[in-house]
Structure formats: structure tokens, C-alpha cells
């Protein structure tokens, strides 16, 4: 590289691509990952794979994954994500001629140092170096960027050296343009002495891991306490203030349309299609890509009316949305919902939600009999049912 860094490169045969393939159709499973085994230490690796393989492998076995492997870090790519001859059309060349470049950089210099400062001034502790994830087409001496997934969430993995509190570690995407640390999903599991890091998200950024403890001074003795320090010390939710939560304040559409696209490690957009949501307002990006994402669709005349407060009905909806976008099923029997004495008022078009999330154990009565599908949601009842859905699609321990 420019900058003097080593590269280590590994060019993926055809010849063994195709070898791994049959020997997965030949055993009857073409649902497998096929594995790329790089053996090096080097800070940049650059894994080069033939396009034309990765076409004959969606079209022999869709479902398949290459696992590429590295010294403390792996990385699942679904074959079914590259879409090889739309870039090669855009690189105006020939799918035999195309290259797709899977690169794994341990970052340095200035963007580790804007991650050191940025988890300083956020009182969070490093546990790694950031890792950034990324993948290209390449072709004619010119290349475009392959790293949004859509709806479908990549897994990749990083290697701990040691053991942590679950509750107190979460992974975080580095964002260089804003400077910011934010949440993504990922799975803690401790094997031997070291600690995998499994993050899933739907594209490529920069990863790291930190450790942080938060709580707040008017959760003392509140229900909710347990689980809205989890999330806050996950960085999945704020509080009003430094010290303060507020729990029992109602939450609106809004505010917990932000919380959802943040606990799902999605992207903000800025394609606003409500008409009482302003490109200038605070939450304009994460309700555009609530409604991207298809988490959100606004009433009938055009309107999100984010600042209303939101109703436990439609927040089941939205939870039962986000279950589908994290490829996750929950039962829909409407059957259940006969134990609420006021099922007759859940509105027709939030049965069928209202129905996932109980069923889930994401949202609960507000008492043995009662579901009340028109209250207002409070601040504290939306946390928990983050931290109910997120360990329900598996995004978090």
C-alpha cells in the first residue's frame, strides 16, 4: 500500500472453488459453506475470488456460503449477495474478467486514532483494534464497492483473547465521516480462554469491541432497571439527560422508530417520503429508513406523525416487522391473544403482530387479562421490548 503497509493477497482458484462445490452437491447438502483458509498475520489481507466461480456457484447451489478465514478473524459471505453481472455491466466487462476482492484491514493511523478518541470522550474502553470490512468488483484497472446487503444480514467474526461480561461488551461500527460509535448486533460466546465476537449486519463498515457500564439515578428500584442498563451500556438507548432515563415518560413514533433502526445496526437515509417529516428534523434519517426498511408505512394521508406518542399496537407491528427484516419467524396464531379480556380492541390491521410479539414473549399484557392495544408505550416498556427482540432474532446475548 502507499502508506508502506504490507498486503498479503490470496487468489482463490477456480479449479478449488469448483471442487469444494461438487463435493457439496455430491453430498446432498448445497446449504454449506465452503471454507477459504488464509494463513497470515498481516494487518491487510486481500482475498481474490473469480467472479465466473461465484456465478457457478449461484446457480448450482444458491444457498451457499464462502467462510473466509483468517488468524483472529472470519468472514461469511452468501454467494447470493454478489451480484456478478450487474457489476460487471457497470465495469463494462465480461463476468470471466471480473474480480471480486473480499479485503480484511486491521486499521491503524488516523482512523485508529479517531476510534481511541472517539471511545475516550464516550467512556468506553477499547478491546481491539478496529477491523474494516470491505468488498469490491474489479475489472478493466477499474473497481466499485460491493457493501450494502440490503435485508440481508452477514455475519463476520472477531477473536478475543480473553473473557468479558456479555452484559458489559458490545460491538460498535466506526463511522469516520461523523466520528461516531454506534451498535451493531452480535453474539458473545466464550470458547477456551477467548472470546467470539459474532457481529451481523447488512453491509460493510469498520468493527471494534468496547466495554462500558451505564445506569441512571431515577432507575433506582424500577422494574425496568436490569434491562435499560443493558441496552444503555450497549449504547442502544439514551437517556434524557446524563443521570436521568426518565422511564415512565411516554416514547414517541419517532424516538422509537429511532431505537429500532439503531438496535437493528441499520444505516440512517435521507429519502423522506412522510409529509410531516422534514429532511431537517432530528429523526428525518432513522424514519426514512424505518420506512425503507419496511418497518413503518404512515397512515393513509401521507403522514408518519412522529411526534405522537406511540400506542402498544403499533408498536407491536413495528416489532413484528423488524422479526421478518432479522430473518426470523414468530408464531402469528391470533389464537393466544383469546386470554386478553380486550383482544376485541386490538385494531384488525395489528392482530396478526400483536399476536408475534406475545407469542414471542417480546411484549406482554399490561396485566394477566388485560392487553390495552390503544395505551401509550412508556420509555421503560419500549426498552424492554428492544432487549426482548433483540435476544429474540439472536442480535444480542
Known amino acids: 500500500m502507499a502508506d508502506g503497509t504490507t498486503v498479503a493477497r490470496a487468489i482463490v482458484d477456480p479449479a478449488a472453488i469448483a471442487k469444494a462445490l461438487d463435493s457439496l452437491l455430491s453430498g446432498g447438502n448445497a446449504d454449506q459453506k465452503i471454507a477459504i483458509d488464509v494463513k497470515t498475520t498481516e494487518a491487510v489481507v486481500k482475498v481474490e475470488l473469480p467472479a465466473s466461480s461465484i456465478s457457478d456457484a449461484q446457480g448450482k ?11 483472529n478473524i472470519s468472514y461469511s459471505l452468501p454467494v447470493k449477495l454478489i451480484d456478478v453481472k450487474k457489476w460487471a455491466k457497470e465495469l463494462g466487462a465480461d463476468v470471466k474478467d471480473v474480480k471480486i476482492i473480499v479485503t480484511v484491514e486491521k486499521v491503524t493511523g488516523a482512523t485508529a486514532s479517531g476510534i481511541e478518541s472517539k471511545a475516550r470522550e464516550n467512556g468506553l474502553k477499547l478491546l481491539n483494534s478496529g477491523v474494516d470490512f470491505n468488498i469490491t468488483a474489479e475489472a478493466n484497472g477499474k473497481s466499485v464497492s460491493i457493501n ?4 440481508t444480514y452477514v455475519e463476520r467474526t472477531l477473536s478475543i483473547p480473553n473473557t468479558f ?12 465521516a461523523t466520528g461516531k460509535l454506534v451498535f451493531v448486533p452480535a453474539i458473545f460466546k466464550v470458547n477456551g480462554g477467548i472470546t467470539d465476537v459474532t457481529i451481523k ?6 468493527y ?3 466495554e462500558s457500564s451505564k445506569t441512571f439515578a431515577d432507575l433506582s428500584g424500577h422494574w425496568a432497571k436490569s434491562d435499560i442498563d443493558l441496552l444503555a451500556s450497549k449504547l442502544v438507548v439514551d437517556g434524557t439527560t446524563a443521570t436521568s432515563f426518565a422511564p415512565q415518560n411516554p416514547i414517541t413514533r419517532a424516538e422509537f422508530a429511532t431505537l429500532l433502526i439503531r438496535a437493528l445496526g441499520l444505516n440512517e437515509s435521507n429519502n423522506v417520503p412522510y409529509s410531516d417529516v422534514s429532511a431537517n428534523d432530528w429523526y428525518a434519517g432513522s424514519v426514512s429508513t424505518a420506512s425503507k426498511a419496511g418497518l413503518v408505512t404512515g397512515f393513509e394521508d401521507g403522514s408518519f406523525r412522529p411526534s405522537a406518542n406511540i400506542t402498544r399496537e403499533q408498536m407491536a407491528v413495528m416489532v413484528s416487522r423488524a422479526i421478518g427484516l432479522a430473518g426470523k419467524k ?6 393466544g391473544l383469546s386470554v386478553f379480556s380486550d383482544n376485541k380492541n386490538i385494531s384488525s390491521w395489528a392482530s396478526s403482530a400483536v399476536a408475534q410479539s406475545v407469542n414471542a414473549g417480546i411484549i406482554n399484557g ?7 392495544p390503544k395505551e401509550h408505550a412508556s420509555r421503560a416498556e419500549a426498552a424492554v421490548m428492544l432487549k426482548r427482540l433483540l435476544q429474540f432474532v439472536e442480535f444480542m446475548n
Open 61 to 71: 447451489a444458491p444457498a451457499v456460503v464462502l467462510f473466509i478465514k483468517l488468524d
Open 148 to 151: 450494502d446487503f440490503g435485508s
Open 165 to 176: 461480561d456479555s452484559k458489559k461488551v458490545t460491538a460498535v461500527l466506526y463511522n469516520p
Open 201 to 206: 449486519r447488512p453491509g460493510n463498515s469498520i
Open 208 to 210: 471494534t469491541i468496547v
Open 330 to 335: 414468530a408464531d402469528a396464531d391470533v389464537k
Open 366 to 372: 399490561m396485566s394477566a387479562d388485560a392487553f390495552m
